[in-house]
Structures are given as C-alpha cells and as structure tokens.
C-alpha cells in the first residue's frame, strides 16, 4: 500500500498490496476510496442518504466550512476528521495545508463518495469505523470528530478514546464537537412546536430510533459530562468552547455574561460545544488493544 501511515486495523501489521502480511485482511478500493470492512461498516451502509437531509443526499459535496479548520493545529501533518461525511468540516484545512495530509474516516461509503470531488489530493477518503483506526501508534497529529460521538454507545465511545489516544502523538490535540444534550432533546423540539405548531426536529430524530444501532442522538452528554469523560480516558482538557442560543445577539451576551449563572448556560442553552484535549506528554502506550467494529 503506498500510503505508509496506514496499517491493519485489526492486528496493527503492514498492508502490502492491500493485504495484511500478518493476518491477511483486505482492504477494497473503490471510487477513490479505501474500504476497511467491519460489521458496523456494513451496518451504516446507506446511512446518510436514508437520512433524507439535502445535505447528505446531494450528489456534490457540500461547500467547506470556514469555522472547524481553526480548531486544527497549524503545524498539523497528519490529521483525522472522524465521522467526517464528505469532509466539508476540514475540507479547507487540507486546501490551506498542502503538506499536510488529512483523512476523512467514515462508516458511510455513500457519504464518502463525494470527497474524491474535491479534487484535493491531500484529503483522503477511508471507510471504516471509529473503533478500528488503520493508523500506526503515535502517529497522528490531531483528531476531530463533529456531530458523531452523540451517536454511539457508551462502550464504542470508549474504544474511539482509546483509539484515539493510541494513535495521537504525545501532545497530540483531540477534538470533539458535538450537541448540547438538553437543547438538542428538549429545547429543539418545543421551539420548533412553538415557532411552526408541531413537531419538526433535526431529521435523525424523526426517521431514527435507539433501536437501530448508533443511529440517532441516544448518547447526549452536557459539556461538563463529556469533560469528565474524556479525562476518564487519559486525556487533558485544554478549553470547552459553547455556541449559545442567540449568542451572537447583544442582548443574549449581556443575559450570558451577566445575569445567568455559568452552570445555568452551559446545561440549558447549549446548542452544541466544542472540546479541546490533549494526549499527555509520556502517556503509555496502548499499542496491542485493538477494538473490533
């Protein structure tokens, strides 16, 4: 395999010829992406387009966000965009950074497909799991992760901090940018009752249930609940940064900064938060657990 950062995700060996030399798994190569098979891959397959949100059924990628590249180090060589869809998040990273490589790691191959269309050689497209990370032990500068951890499990957003940590370099810096729990479950819902007089939620709510495994937001955890969980797993918090209900709006920053209590906000106002971890310096290994999706 010319790509030399990549390795078996199952037993950690060298690809040659997009095969394990150890234990013989294949990986696939199809529409200018690379195929990792595991049981959950086949479990998203068609994932997005079920959706039926225009932003995952269109044929063409969506346009870059011009938001998530400064959450990304800028000495950044190696960088994982987990749960990355069509890669519009860091899309313009990789343009910016021509010498750096960053990898759009997805359980969806529908959604990947359009990656490719960038035209951006330095972003690359893999589809495989969160929990099966084909990357070698310290080797990854930085790991980001938009609107994906709200929809796993417990013990899968486990292994994806142990993964992460496996392969992030010391001092390596994680990213993880998910939903506030109460305005996603509760807040959304009622203003959009309110605003059009019935229920309409975010499109996942409506079309997917707990019961289809790691498809809807069943796993929504307050800012302060993910900081405890992240540090459970090893790593460092270096800053919580909050999108606020009406943030940007001069009376709601004096409501903020003034009158409500910090705690208040950040559990009842969150629309969605953004933490930033690093992996400690001298962290031990965890070369050899390698969780099977």
Not at 26 to 33: F, H
Not at 182 to 188: G, I
Request: overall charge neutral; charged content about 25%.
């Amino acid at each position: 395999m010319e790509d030399k950062n990549l390795i078996c995700p199952l037993c950690h060996a060298e690809f040659q010829n997009y095969q394990c030399v150890a234990c013989g798994y294949e990986v696939l190569e199809e529409k200018g992406v690379l195929v990792f098979p595991s049981r959950l891959v086949r479990v998203f397959s068609g994932y997005s387009t079920k959706t039926g949100l225009e932003a995952y059924t269109r044929p063409e990628p969506n346009p870059p966000s011009d938001y998530y590249p400064r959450y990304i180090p800028e000495a950044a060589r190696v960088v994982l965009d987990v749960g990355g869809g069509d890669g519009w998040a860091l899309a313009g990273f990789a343009q910016s950074h021509p010498s750096s490589t960053v990898y759009v790691v997805d359980a969806d191959f529908d959604n990947l497909v359009r990656v490719p269309k960038r035209g951006l050689c330095n972003l690359r497209a893999l589809n495989c799991t969160a929990t099966m990370l084909p990357f070698r032990d310290e080797s990854v500068d930085a790991v980001f992760t938009l609107f994906m951890v709200e929809h796993m499990y417990d013990y899968q957003y486990s292994d994806f901090l142990f993964e992460a940590r496996r392969v992030l370099k010391p001092g390596g810096k994680l990213i993880v940018a998910t939903d506030g729990d109460v305005y996603d479950k509760w807040l959304h819902p009622i203003l959009r009752l309110l605003i059009e007089r019935r229920f309409r939620t975010s499109g996942f709510l409506e079309k997917w249930y707990a019961m289809t495994e790691s498809t809807n937001h069943h796993n929504l955890k307050s800012p302060y609940q993910t900081k405890r969980w992240l540090d459970q797993h090893g790593f460092f918090i270096q800053d919580i940064r909050l999108h606020l209900i009406a943030g940007r709006r001069w009376i709601a920053k004096i409501a903020y900064e003034l009158l409500l209590p910090p705690l208040f906000t950040q559990k009842f106002l969150t629309t969605m938060y953004v933490v930033i971890a690093r992996k400690p310096e001298g962290a031990y290994s965890l070369s050899g657990s390698g969780r099977h999706g």
